[in-house]
């Protein structure tokens, strides 16, 4: 994609891009969020017309802000959407066939509260576009979108305050602020 920024791609997903991409998130962190867009969908329609399940492999390490070593969640700690699963330590497996944007989320607890640096690569991924004795059409390009920092505290610690948790299904649009609630 020409609009695309730089930093957006994740290594081996675009022409030309190599090693690791690396993202800093806010300080305080408590747990890791991390999003990718796949701008195309995932998948390999063959000569015949046959959609098939294609798999992208991104390895995903982390550590305190200029420290040492890196570290890779693990399997039990990681949290994934759907067509995308957990494969070994730092390891997530995004996998199917689906035509059309879609995002995929990994969130990850850390050790202690601080601030960490990411990084992120591609290290297993079919072939790109198609392949010529087979006239399969390969698509599973990876954007990483979002780098996200979750502090699990209150919002406020003011005394006197009741704080109320809400759960609001949205249909069409979801819009404004709500009246009253009981």
């Known amino acids: 994609d020409e609009g695309m920024a730089p930093e957006d791609a994740v290594p081996g997903e675009a022409p030309g891009s190599t090693g690791w991409q690396q993202r800093t998130p806010d300080l305080n ?12 969908g995932i998948g390999n329609i063959t000569a015949k ?9 991104h390895l995903i390490e982390y550590r305190k802000v200029a ?12 949290r994934v959407s759907s067509l995308a ?9 995004i996998g199917g066939f689906r035509m059309g944007v879609f995002n995929i989320a990994v969130n990850f607890p850390v050790s202690e509260r601080a601030q960490y640096e990411v990084r992120i690569r ?9 392949d010529e004795p ?7 390009e990876t954007r990483w979108i979002a ?3 979750f502090r699990n505290e209150a919002p406020w610690t ?7 948790a809400m759960r609001t299904r949205a249909t069409d649009q979801l819009s404004g602020t709500i009246d009253d609630f009981s």
């Open 29 to 40: 962190t408590d747990e890791i969020g991390i999003e990718f867009m796949l701008p195309q």
């Open 49 to 57: 017309g046959q959609n098939k399940v294609v798999e992208v492999v």
């Open 67 to 78: 420290t040492t070593p890196w570290l890779r969640p693990t399997v039990a700690s990681m």
């Open 85 to 93: 699963v957990p494969r070994l330590d730092g390891e997530v497996v």
């Open 122 to 130: 591609c290290i297993e991924t079919p072939m790109t576009g198609i």
């Open 134 to 140: 087979e006239h399969n059409t390969f698509f599973h």
């Open 147 to 149: 780098l996200k920092s």
């Open 158 to 164: 003011k005394k006197g305050i009741a704080m109320v």
